[in-house]
């Protein structure tokens, strides 16, 4: 029978690299590692899900901390599943930009298959994108942004079949200044599907994700950055819940 179950944690740790070149480009580097395996959190999310009213019978009908991910399309010929997996390098993405305001950025980048065979998510070819963002100020405390990008994959892999080759995103989110050094921001993300004709809402529909956190200055110039991501819709490609801790300086 068709189906399609992904059951694990999942963690991300990147390193981005920015440099100006000249008065308004910049060019980057960004690489990190990923890994996917049973965790540890099931009954805090199971906690979490009955504080907000959510209702998931999938969650309640698997063992807790048990991992799982495949999928099975029968009219496809497709039976694909993948173990846990330790921490492993990811891929490299490359980019360069281009900021004529403080108000606007347009950005290039590519992404090289550098990511290991141990690693969850790499994409195993080179992808490319394009996004422009634009950021307009609300009075003296507060500042909307928007952004859109879209993006391009060419087919690889035992999921060739199905996947798009184009996808879009989309957000929109307003950030506020409660203190000299605390900012609070809500964004609104929209992601369109990576695969198409598989039959299951699940990955052949967009995702929308509600990120909403907090920016916190310290001495030195630092900026901590914690937030918590919330999938908005019950049948979709998004995950449930994303916890984010970051930092710039």
């Known amino acids: 029978a068709t189906g399609y179950l992904l059951d694990a944690e999942l963690l991300r740790v990147q390193l981005t690299a920015v440099r100006g070149v000249g008065h308004h480009a910049f060019v980057l580097a960004q690489a990190g590692v990923t890994g996917a395996w049973a965790g540890f959190a099931d009954g805090f999310f199971d906690g979490y899900h009955q504080v907000i009213g959510f209702v998931m019978p999938e969650r309640d009908a698997r063992p807790r901390d048990e991992y799982a991910y ?130 299951l809402s699940e990955l052949d529909g967009s995702a929308w994700i509600a990120d909403v956190g907090m920016l916190l200055g310290t001495p030195g110039r630092r900026r901590w950055h914690v937030a918590i991501a919330e999938d908005l819709r019950r049948n979709d490609a998004g995950l449930d819940l994303v916890l984010k801790v970051g930092t710039g300086f």
């Open 70 to 199: 495949r999928l099975h399309l029968p009219e496809q010929n497709i039976m694909w599943s993948q173990p846990e997996r330790t921490l492993a390098l990811g891929d490299v993405r490359l980019g360069a930009g281009w900021r004529p305001s403080e108000s606007a950025q347009t950005m290039v980048s590519v992404t090289l298959p550098t990511a290991s065979r141990a690693a969850p998510f790499g994409r195993g070819t080179v992808t490319a994108s394009v996004a422009q963002s634009l950021r307009g100020r609300l009075g003296a405390r507060a500042a909307v942004e928007g952004a859109a990008a879209v993006g391009f994959a060419p087919r690889t892999g035992p999921l060739r079949p199905i996947q798009r080759q184009w996808t879009a995103l989309g957000s929109l989110g307003v950030e506020v200044q409660v203190t000299r050094r605390l900012a609070g921001y809500t964004t609104l993300l929209v992601h369109g599907a990576a695969y198409d004709h598989t039959g």
